[in-house]
């Protein structure tokens, strides 16, 4: 019974987005075109080949990485 | 990763950091703004029944929609600088910035794939009161999501409710209570919020005056106006408030940056406030380094005293109070903060020491110290301090602070006025007729956007050297990259969010020309 009304709304929810986005206006389409390259180029792009964690990159482990920043700290002028 | 650090990467990296603020800020305050307009209008639509309403509520919603979509994730570019040219800075703070940074995201994630998914497959889909709720959930919700960015910005200007561990070499949160309660954070929040929905309420009535001025949906234009107007007029006093609020929180907790918003080099009691004036290259000089003096001013006697503690005769500190000390006025001077700050730097040393002589107890009594109040606060609290050599670097840039303030200050006030005069003509039943003045309001629609950019460059270039006030300096924050590789990147964001904004604006203007669609009887 339970798992019934579950697939239910689950169904319910599944059609109010898959309709939403099937009804979509033109402008609509345009900006969904537009986010899907914007977060190509944010989180594949950028992020792979750009901005790289440096300080995970570069020590393997939190111990490392604090010895490290702690020099940093004590050394910069 | 952090040796040899020289000027042209510290610069190259802020620019880099500012560039991405300023165009992530272009779409976010009208997100905040107009998403309140959109649930207003709602509301009157599901009380009156009047399907006019819920015409011109889509149609707004429409522009809300595009500003959203296109400025979405553009935050998370920030995020990443964070870890590649920010990386000392990133571990100092710890999670003190990531906790509200996280709850942000969280929050942000399901507001987005549910009630802004309501909002706009919603209509004659789910009950018109369900719709209502889920309009008034993204308004607060965006909101909401800006205060967690704010609390965590507010940190750098004020660190609060955490303790320095040696051992990490972090900052680790001990009171998330005072993190979100900082007094930096509330004023920024409430003066951030209005500025937003300053913008989009002139942005609506900007677009409505277009439509009069075209003759066009002459009944949607008046009842945009209407809302817009209020909400403007209400929002623009309150952001006059909130500005007086911030300003007197800057006062306590970033004096030398208050200082700098006046070009207040001398302290004194009455202290008039600089109502306007221009400033000249040179004329003052503090260490060896020249600051501006004033050509011309015009000020208000006395009212610099008021609007910073109530009373007209009190004293407010200027530049040099911070620099050499003002013993009679409780104000250290820069040479024993930076003697309490070499101190705390001198007991992160010891603590090394011990810990690579493997003198565990003597490690353990030095951690300890770290947490001790009366270390943190008479001691830890200046460490940004030892960095820094020369006392007049920790001045700002008088003449961008004194300029951005004055100019924002200038803008916040015309908005009143703006809003009051447009209302003024709307209920005098002649605002058609004032063409000039609908010329005006919509040629005023990118005013707020430079107010509230001039609120950041502000609230960021005003509280140089520090990245985090007090505690360290940009130059300690900042990872050693090739200061050609920051140029790089900052010439991609400046072509990504080029064409992100140039898409944003001719998406909407085909839009705002298309108009709202057509009745449905």
Do not use: C
Not at chain 2, 52 to 58: A, V, Y
Not at chain 2, 240 to 267: C, H, R, W
Not at chain 2, 283 to 296: I, M
Not at chain 2, 331 to 346: L, P
Request: net charge neutral; aromatic share 16%; proline share 3%.
């Amino acid at each position: 019974m339970a798992r019934n009304s579950a697939a239910a709304i689950f169904t319910r929810v599944f059609s109010f987005y898959r309709d939403g986005f099937r009804n979509m206006s033109d402008w609509g389409r345009k900006v969904w075109i537009i986010i899907i390259i914007k977060l190509f180029v944010i989180f594949v792009l950028l992020r792979l080949l750009f901005f790289p964690d440096l300080l995970k990159k570069n020590f393997e482990n939190d111990s490392e990485r604090g010895n490290y920043i702690r020099e940093h700290l004590i050394n910069s002028e | 990763m952090f040796e040899n650090i020289d000027l042209s990467l510290v610069n190259w990296s802020r620019g880099q950091f500012a560039l991405t603020a300023v165009y992530h800020w272009l779409f976010v305050p009208l997100t905040l703004g107009l998403s309140f307009i959109l649930a207003m209008m709602e509301t009157i639509y599901v009380r009156t029944g009047d399907p006019e309403w819920k015409r011109l509520t889509k149609f707004w919603m429409k522009l809300f929609g595009i500003n959203f979509a296109i400025g979405v994730a553009t935050g998370i570019i920030l995020e990443f600088e964070f870890g590649t040219n920010w990386s000392a800075y990133s571990w100092f703070v710890g999670d003190i910035f990531g906790t509200p940074l996280a709850i942000e995201g969280i929050m942000a994630f399901f507001l987005e794939s549910t009630f802004i998914a309501v909002m706009f497959f919603g209509w004659n889909k789910v009950s018109k009161r369900f719709h209502l709720v889920s309009t008034w959930l993204v308004a607060i919700g965006a909101n909401l999501s800006a205060l967690w960015i704010l609390v965590a910005n507010a940190w750098m200007q004020n660190p609060a409710g955490m303790v320095f561990n040696p051992e990490t070499a972090r900052n680790e949160m001990n009171s998330f209570w005072e993190v979100l309660f900082n007094p930096v954070a509330a004023d920024k929040f409430l003066h951030t919020i209005t500025s937003g929905f300053v913008l989009a309420s002139m942005f609506v009535v900007g677009i409505s005056s277009w439509f009069l001025l075209k003759k066009r949906e002459v009944l949607m234009a008046k009842r945009s106006i209407l809302v817009a107007g209020v909400f403007g007029l209400l929002a623009s006093v309150m952001l006059a408030l909130t500005g007086d609020m911030s300003a007197k929180t800057i006062a306590k907790y970033q004096p030398v940056k208050f200082s700098s918003f006046e070009a207040l080099y001398n302290g004194r009691e009455n202290a008039p406030l600089v109502a306007a004036g221009i400033l000249r290259k040179e004329g003052e000089k503090v260490g060896e380094r020249h600051l501006p003096s004033f050509v011309f001013r015009i000020e208000i006697p006395g009212f610099l005293s008021v609007l910073t503690t109530g009373d007209k005769n009190a004293y407010v500190p200027g530049i040099n109070d911070y620099i050499y000390g003002n013993p009679e006025r409780g104000i250290m001077s820069f040479s024993e903060k930076k003697e309490r700050g070499e101190t705390a730097r001198k007991a992160l040393l010891d603590y090394k020491t011990a810990v690579d002589n493997g003198e565990k107890e003597k490690a353990l009594d030095l951690a300890e110290q770290f947490t001790s109040e009366g270390f943190r606060e008479n001691y830890f609290r200046y460490f940004g301090y030892a960095y820094i050599d020369k006392p007049e670097d920790i001045i700002p840039n008088v003449q961008v602070s004194f300029y951005t303030f004055h100019l924002m200050v200038m803008l916040g006030f015309l908005f009143i006025l703006q809003f009051a005069v447009v209302l003024w003509l709307l209920f005098a039943g002649s605002l058609e007729r004032y063409r000039w003045w609908l010329w005006v309001m919509l040629l005023s629609i990118p005013l707020p956007y430079l107010a509230s950019e001039l609120g950041w460059v502000l609230a960021e270039m005003g509280r140089q050297p520090w990245i985090i006030q007090d505690l360290m300096p940009v130059h300690i924050g900042v990872t050693s990259l090739k200061a050609g590789n920051v140029q790089v990147t900052f010439w991609l964001f400046a072509l990504l969010f080029t064409a992100l904004l140039a898409a944003e604006v001719s998406i909407m203007v085909k839009q705002v020309r298309k108009g709202p669609e057509k009745r449905e009887d």
